[in-house]
């Protein structure tokens, strides 16, 4: 069973270490930065189901109690899944420019990025770095709050 807690905590310490300017590794940065936000809103929509449920996705052959499946590595397949976190995000423009910038940082899926060979420039990087880290603050405030 995945711990989605635990494990945006750990891709956040791993991007905090990619991202240091000694050991800056943008690419690496980038991936796990996605990931890290990803392991976030799973960790997100787990904290909303209802008591008893198994914190694990619906398949076809597990009935966890609930009818969540997995929205695989889709940040807008997870606000799918987390109705109130998808309603507030509609009200804020800046903060889906934040989730598209992280999901596809240089117009690739963060996933993709441990396919590229090529450092972004360092526009694109400082633009995807202050959008990761807004997003960060920002949903982990949500989180608090939904």
Not at 26 to 50: D, N, P, Q, S, Y
Request: some cysteine.
């Amino acid at each position: 069973m995945e711990d989605y807690q635990a494990a945006f905590m750990q891709r956040h310490c791993d991007t905090e270490i990619l991202c240091r300017k000694e050991s800056e590794r943008r690419v690496a940065a980038m991936h796990f930065g996605g990931v890290t936000i990803e392991c976030l809103l799973k960790a997100m929509i787990f904290a909303t189901l209802a008591k008893g449920a198994t914190q694990e996705w619906k398949t076809d052959s597990t009935n966890p109690g609930h009818t969540i499946t997995n929205p695989g590595h889709s940040y807008i397949e997870a606000l799918n899944r987390h109705n109130r976190l998808k309603s507030r995000i509609a009200h804020f423009p800046e903060v889906r420019k934040w989730l598209n910038e992280v999901e596809n940082p240089n117009s690739q899926n963060f996933i993709d990025m441990r396919y590229c060979g090529l450092e972004p420039d360092d526009e694109s990087y400082k633009g995807w770095l202050k959008a990761y880290q807004n997003l960060k603050r920002w949903l982990q405030k949500q989180a608090t709050q939904l």
